[in-house]
């Protein structure tokens, strides 16, 4: 489960509700009607995680002899955006961002699947409070949620027991005060290992992931930006700045530069360069496959204020069916099986170690019996935990907001209160352009 790739997408998002015309009516079958035919199924995952894809589309061709599924792996956000925007692409397109929910809801590229819930007596209930919100927009849902991403907080344990620590940070200044004593530098001064990377262009430290410990909000109730008038952000980024200051910007730059890809082996939690790092529940995955030796513990994102302890960011895949799509009834029966099948999700929650998102799913015993796993269980089902709001412009805003934090954290802004004011000004002037 992916979320770093919001950036590239803002611009392929624009242009395929810009170039392409609206969707034509689409006429579902009766209930109980016969589903049969070919159905294109693109996703981003790749390696590992698709295998688990294709076994579990296994499990759906079996149950479903007559329809036959075309898998396309490694198709990120932007492809699928794209292909939409030329009037081709997939039938059904598997996301990594819930934030592109609003632009393709709004937007008409992945049709209203109200129509086929009806029609089939879905229960929406089953899913969990949090992804039912964020897979629709202004009462249009075009989204179901295709397993969930909790997002908390992983500690290494051989370098807690070095620097004389016994658990994890709760608090911001928790986390500040651990992060300078696992911090060790070579002789020559340069950092050799970091206790916390606080970067915000660092992994997974989008500020969306980061908002949950302050409490911060995004938008106001009529769909402007809050970041200027919310003291939360300005509590999150001088906690940030303060830390960055502590390495020194040029050392941290310096230090990141040399660290291993994310998704890679090399990656830098599980090398032991980084003592403790901001991630969702799917590296867990990685860490079995990729540094079984290494301990580890996770816990919940340290906080501002302790009463909102235990919290964190909730995002997830999401799937629809395009448009264009060719065979639209196939393309719903296989989102129906993905989303709803209490046994599929299940299944594939212990593959790719995603968080289930029916109330079934969660509650298997499977599902529960991993310690580490059930901490971002937790989470995901914390009231304290957040989301990004859906928003007709996509993740424009959070990419605008971005190039302010940039600034920020290497010191090109001053005056943090006039940042934000000016940051608030981009942020609403994007949105109006992406709604």
Known sequence: MRTRAVVALVAAVLLASACTPAPKENKIAQPGASVSGTVELWHFFTDREAAAIDSVIKDFTAAHPTIKVTVKSGQDDAKVTQAIGAGSGPDVGLSYSTDIVGKFCASGAWVDLNQYIQRDKIDLNKLNATTRSYTEFQGKRCAMPFLADAYGLYYNKDLFTE???????????????????????????????????????????????????????????????????????????????????????????????????????????????????????????????????????????????????GGGYVTGNIVGISKNAKNPEAAWALIEYLTTDDKAITKLAGLLKNVPTTTAALADPSVQSDANFKVFLDIFANPNSSTTPPSPSGPAYQETFGQFLTQWQSGKVSDLDAGLAGADKQVNGVMQLGG
């Open 163 to 309: 620097a004389g620590l016994s658990g994890p940070p709760k608090t911001l200044d928790e986390l500040t005060e651990y992060a300078k004593k696992l911090t060790v530098k070579n002789p020559d001064g340069s950092l050799k290992t970091v206790g916390f990377l606080p970067l915000f262009d660092f992994y997974e430290n989008a500020a969306s992931h980061l908002a949950p410990m302050v409490g911060a909000k995004w938008l106001t109730a009529d769909g402007k930006s809050a970041i200027g008038a919310d003291p939360a952000w300005k509590t999150l980024l001088t906690w940030q700045k303060n830390l960055v200051d502590f390495y020194g910007y040029a050392n941290l730059v310096k230090f990141k530069a040399a660290l291993g890809d994310e998704f890679s082996a090399d990656n830098a939690f599980q090398k032991g360069k980084v003592a403790m790092n901001v991630d969702a529940e799917y590296r867990l995955a990685f860490l079995a496959d990729q540094a079984p030796k290494l301990q580890f513990g996770v816990a919940p994102l340290p906080t501002s204020d302790p009463a909102r302890y």
